[in-house]
């Protein structure tokens, strides 16, 4: 960031300093034995004039292509080294020990399954919880779910996924983690959260417009030894025209790893699902909701609808 911030408070001395076009140096007495050379100056002024814009268009970056890269700068500042992978220590969860008797002692037990035996660990609460709740007021953090972790277990590491948390988001207490192995060359699903950058530089919120992030999370398939970390979104050129104007997946293809380790989810379509929007408050019709959508509040754990139908009888 400080290199950015370097790069913007640095003026171009070049360009203030260079003279006025309507500057004539035949105005002073001394200028007379420099009235040739002034005249072919004033023509190299004007060519290198009219040069610039051409330059500044094609090399000159937006705000967020120098922050967050884009197909120009496939990696910008923030983007350099980026990996939301961490390495955290564990110990074995014993046998004939509870999941209460480990919560006492401040662990939070844990289990670890797919592609390979079940393994059982208690991790520090403070060390995950820090993880979870990364915001001060915040709930469970969308990153929680979507980096990779590498649990250290005496000689073992185990490269694995959360998949399911139980956790009291109210009191920001973790109770139980189920982790799941990532495999390199196996796929696993992940929701990688999303950030809107650039919106101070947008146009469209620049002339009062509402800009709005849709998707909080973008579910992902990955093959590769890393799991990607969470998408910028650019919208320092987020335009507005009627009646709403937004970005799609397609236009955050370039957010992928280049080496073709990861994919959006192939039940999105990439030319239409919209990630973005930019458009005037008051003047979007509100749609009724599908005939076959279903509240995921009403969905249990097992992918089952709950019963919330009122009877006179217990169970109620």
């Given at each position: 960031m400080v290199r950015f911030?370097?790069?913007?408070?640095?003026?171009?001395?070049?360009?203030?300093?260079?003279?006025?076009?309507?500057?004539?140096?035949?105005?002073?007495?001394?200028?007379?034995?420099?009235?040739?050379?002034?005249?072919?100056?004033?023509?190299?002024?004007?060519?290198?004039r009219e040069e610039e814009p051409a330059e500044e268009h094609s090399g000159k970056m937006s705000f967020a292509e120098m922050i967050v890269g884009s197909a120009r700068?496939?990696?910008?500042?923030?983007?350099?080294?980026?990996?939301?992978?961490?390495?955290?220590?564990?110990?074995?969860?014993?046998r004939f020990v509870r999941k209460e008797d480990i919560q006492r002692e401040g662990y939070v037990p844990c289990v670890v399954e797919k592609y390979g035996v079940e393994r059982r660990l208690a991790i520090h609460r403070s060390t995950?919880?820090?993880?979870?709740?990364?915001?001060?007021?915040?709930?469970?953090?969308?990153?929680?779910?979507?980096?990779?972790?590498?649990?250290?277990?005496?000689?073992w590491i185990e490269e694995c996924i959360p998949t399911f948390v139980q956790a009291d988001p109210v009191a920001r207490r973790l109770y139980f983690v189920k982790f799941e192995r990532h495999v390199e060359g196996k796929i696993s699903e992940v929701d990688i959260p999303t950030t809107m950058v650039g919106l101070l530089a947008c146009p469209a919120y620049q002339r009062g417009y509402h800009?709005?992030?849709?998707?909080?999370?973008?579910?992902?398939?990955?093959?590769?030894?890393?799991?990607p970390p969470p998408f910028f979104v650019d919208v320092s050129r987020l335009h507005y025209s009627p009646p709403y104007t937004a970005i799609t997946l397609q236009d955050l293809q370039h957010?992928?790893?280049?080496?073709?380790?990861?994919?959006?989810?192939?039940?999105?379509?990439?030319?239409?699902q919209e990630v973005a929007w930019a458009y005037e408050v008051g003047t979007l019709p509100d749609a009724p909701l599908p005939a076959d959508y279903?509240?995921?509040?009403?969905i249990n754990r097992k992918g089952q609808k709950m019963d919330v139908v009122f009877r006179s009888h217990f169970p109620n």
């Open positions: 911030f370097q790069s913007q408070n640095a003026i171009a001395f070049d360009k203030v300093t260079k003279r006025h076009p309507s500057a004539s140096l035949s105005s002073s007495p001394s200028s007379s034995a420099f009235s040739s050379s002034s005249s072919f100056s004033r023509r190299g002024e004007d060519r290198e700068s496939q990696c910008g500042i923030l983007g350099a080294g980026r990996s939301s992978a961490v390495d955290v220590d564990c110990r074995p969860w014993e995950l919880e820090a993880l979870a709740f990364d915001e001060q007021h915040g709930h469970l953090s969308y990153l929680f779910q979507a980096r990779l972790f590498r649990l250290r277990i005496g000689k800009v709005e992030l849709v998707m909080p999370t973008i579910r992902c398939q990955c093959v590769g030894a890393d799991i957010l992928l790893p280049s080496d073709g380790s990861a994919r959006f989810h192939p039940s999105y379509n990439v030319a239409t279903v509240d995921p509040n009403f």
